[in-house]
């Protein structure tokens, strides 16, 4: 069984453009999360899916965030325009409903020069 | 609103015991994880703890207190493997579920 997977793995981009995080979460899961590491602080949380809903999204730090989860499958996070402040290290975890386990993914490593 | 503290760093020796502690303030709480993360990598899961009590799984064990607010990870017969990021994270109840991390503790075991 496929895990969680995320795309790209890296992204170096400039600071001002567009990129865009996917996730693919394991097939039926219907809870996705997103989470964000910046270097040396803790895992914070950003916001989370159930099916095609946001259930909460009290963690997305402003309007230059924007996720989606077209279908309740597979979800992207689009960052515009990019901060410096912006890299780190975005997380992507789904689980089934009422599952007590949370899966991630191997996570992008962003990086806004 | 929810608060999880751990402490920030641990040394232990290769083959020693070491407890790592979490203590939490959350209403509607539905359980607790630990997960380890190396350095680049992704978290993976450990345990989940929902009742009071001591859950085993090899050489790992994990603790709850509902009416404390406190968890602990106990790791037996370290191996230098062990070192890495122990993340506490605590699960909020509402429908659905909602998963809070810890700021995690870093393990550096030594020989």
């Known amino acids: 069984e496929a895990g969680v997977t995320q795309f790209p793995s890296h992204s170096v981009i400039e600071k001002g453009q567009t990129v865009t995080l996917r996730c693919d979460p394991i097939?039926?899961?219907?809870?996705l999360y997103w989470y964000r590491r910046v270097m040396g602080k803790e895992i914070k949380f950003l916001l989370h899916?159930?099916?095609?809903?946001?259930?909460?999204e009290s963690g997305m730090p402003n309007n230059r965030f924007l996720a989606e989860r077209t279908g309740g499958t597979y979800s992207t996070l689009k960052v515009q325009p990019a901060e410096l402040e912006d890299s780190g290290v975005y997380f992507c975890?789904?689980?089934?409903?009422?599952?007590?386990?949370?899966?991630f993914g191997q996570g992008t490593r962003l990086t806004v020069v | 609103g929810q608060n999880i503290d751990q402490p920030t760093e641990m040394t232990a020796t290769e083959g020693a015991i070491v407890q790592i502690n979490c203590t939490y303030q959350?209403?509607?709480?539905?359980?607790l994880f630990w997960y380890q993360q190396h350095a680049g990598e992704a978290p993976t899961f450990l345990s989940y703890?929902?009742?009071?009590g001591l859950e085993e799984k090899g050489r790992f064990s994990s603790f709850l207190s509902r009416s404390k607010g406190y968890s602990y990870l106990l790791l037996k017969e370290l191996q230098m493997k062990d070192s890495a990021s122990y993340l506490c994270?605590?699960?909020?109840?509402?429908?659905?579920?909602?998963?809070?991390f810890g700021t995690g503790t870093k393990l550096q075991v030594i020989p």
């Open positions: 899916f159930v099916k095609e809903s946001k259930q909460d």
């Open positions: 994270a605590v699960i909020r109840s509402g429908g659905y579920q909602k998963v809070t």
């Open positions: 097939s039926g899961h219907d809870n």
């Open positions: 975890a789904s689980s089934p409903q009422g599952g007590n386990e949370a899966f």
């Open positions: 703890n929902v009742l009071d």
């Open positions: 959350t209403s509607g709480f539905n359980g």
